[in-house]
């Protein structure tokens, strides 16, 4: 609504108001020669001002680190390592910064192994160093065995560049599986390597 249109509400408000209230002030015409009730006397009525605007809250910057991410080459033959910034809100929320950087490269020889992946969670219990990740599978997901080894490799090396991450719990879809494409077994959970 615009400040016109409000302002002409409010002068058809107070005109609608103080015409009822004058109209109840008439002195009635009673039967049976009772004598008409006293009336109270209008009161004067202002005009609302429209609230000033709230300003738009200025979003939190972003913390930001430089960490390692895994792609497949072209062949699914080996991964190639790139350095990329990830961008987070709260330290919480790194993991999950760094999984999702390996769902997008933009060099044409790296491939990304997870672009058809969701991370559905990623929350990690400090005192026990232990990563909970839950993933969802599209339809693109699903790679043969060198494939998936290079998928477990990347997934690993990601996660085990944070020091204080020990082991990794990889849920699909919520559940525990014992393979995520059906050709190797996964490891519940998958320890850091000494």
Known sequence: M???????HG??????????????GQKGQLVGGATPQATIAPTPTTVVQSPAPTPTPT??????????????????????????TISYKQDADVYEAAL???KKSDD?????LFDDLTFTSAS??????????????????????????????????TVFQFPEVKSLYVLKNGKQVDSLMGHLELP???????
Do not use: H
Request: with cysteine; hydrophobic share 40%.
């Open 2 to 8: 615009t400040k016109t249109s409000r302002l002409i």
């Open 11 to 24: 002068v058809l408000l107070v005109s609608a108001i103080t015409l009822s209230v004058t109209a109840c």
């Open 59 to 84: 979003p939190e910057p972003l913390l930001q680190k430089k960490i390692k991410a895994f792609y497949s080459d072209q062949d699914e033959m080996k991964l190639i390592e790139k350095e990329v």
């Open 100 to 102: 999702n950087a390996l």
């Open 108 to 112: 044409p020889k790296a491939i990304p």
């Open 124 to 157: 990690f219990d400090k005192a026990k160093g232990e990563l909970k990740i839950d993933l969802k599978f599209g339809p693109k997901t699903q790679l043969g065995a060198p494939g998936e080894e290079l998928f477990l490799q990347a997934l690993k090396k």
């Open 188 to 194: 519940y959970p998958i320890k850091r390597p000494n």
